[in-house]
């Protein structure tokens, strides 16, 4: 069974850096794209960053420049490292990855539990 844990989450104050971590655990036979969205109280859940297999990143403008994400293909581990925290970054951080299950099977979407990101002000 795949699994998607996310770890690194946290309160930090305005300014302040955080890095959350996602690992792919169980028997799959290759990942896609990675990428992190986040859900802010009361709201939708929303895009924060994705990656490509080879690396190819992309952000919405509300944390470009702020946000990094990035792979480790070995490791099948996702990283997303978030400076200069505002307190409208607060949300569960959800990490998502397409996974294929075998050679000839396609992709689908995993999501993992979530991980709590609070800025204070």
């Known amino acids: 069974q795949v699994q998607l844990v996310e770890s690194g989450g946290g309160l930090v104050q305005a300014g302040g850096s955080l890095r959350v971590s996602c690992a792919a655990s169980g028997r799959f036979f290759s990942i896609n794209a990675m990428g992190w969205y986040r859900q802010p109280p009361g709201k939708q859940r929303e895009l924060v960053a994705t990656?490509?297999?080879?690396?190819?990143?992309n952000y919405p403008d509300s944390v470009n420049g702020r946000f990094t994400i990035s792979r480790d293909n070995a490791k099948n581990t996702a990283y997303l490292q978030m400076n200069s925290l505002k307190p409208e970054d607060t949300a569960v951080y959800y990490c998502?990855?397409?996974?294929?299950?075998?050679?000839?099977?396609?992709?689908?979407?995993?999501w993992g539990q979530g991980t709590q990101v609070t800025v204070s002000s």
């Open positions: 990656i490509t297999s080879g690396g190819t990143t």
């Open positions: 998502n990855a397409e996974i294929r299950l075998s050679r000839t099977g396609g992709y689908r979407d995993y």
